[in-house]
């Protein structure tokens, strides 16, 4: 199986930052995208930054030129550095990875188990 697991979520006053990890373990052979989403209450789940394994980047419109995803392939994590926060990032993050399991297998979509950042006015 595959695990992903976020870390570093929080609270934090307006204007400051945090940075997300994701590690990704268990039967990996090669993992091909990799992003950052969030779901705040009430609304649907956004994509807010993707990375690909060649290190390409797209991020959304409201986080742009504040937020920055980046990933290291050695250590199959990714990382979001969020800076000026504002109250409407609040949310639940969530990690996610396309990952192939073997040569055979299709390439599927894991999910880390979220964690909550909330961002004070």
């Known amino acids: 199986q595959v695990q992903l697991v976020e870390s570093g979520g929080g609270l934090v006053q307006a204007g400051g930052s945090l940075r997300l990890s994701c590690a990704a373990s268990g039967s990996i052979l090669s993992i091909n995208a990799m992003g950052w989403y969030r779901q705040a209450p009430g609304k649907q789940r956004e994509l807010v930054a993707r990375?690909?394994?060649?290190?390409?980047?797209n991020y959304a419109d409201s986080v742009k030129g504040r937020f920055t995803i980046s990933r290291d392939n050695a250590k199959n994590t990714v990382y979001l550095q969020m800076n000026s926060l504002k109250p409407e990032d609040t949310a639940v993050y969530y990690c996610a990875a396309s990952v192939r399991r073997t040569v055979t297998m299709t390439p599927l979509d894991y999910w880390g188990q979220g964690t909550q950042v909330t961002v004070s006015s």
């Open positions: 990375i690909t394994s060649g290190g390409s980047t």
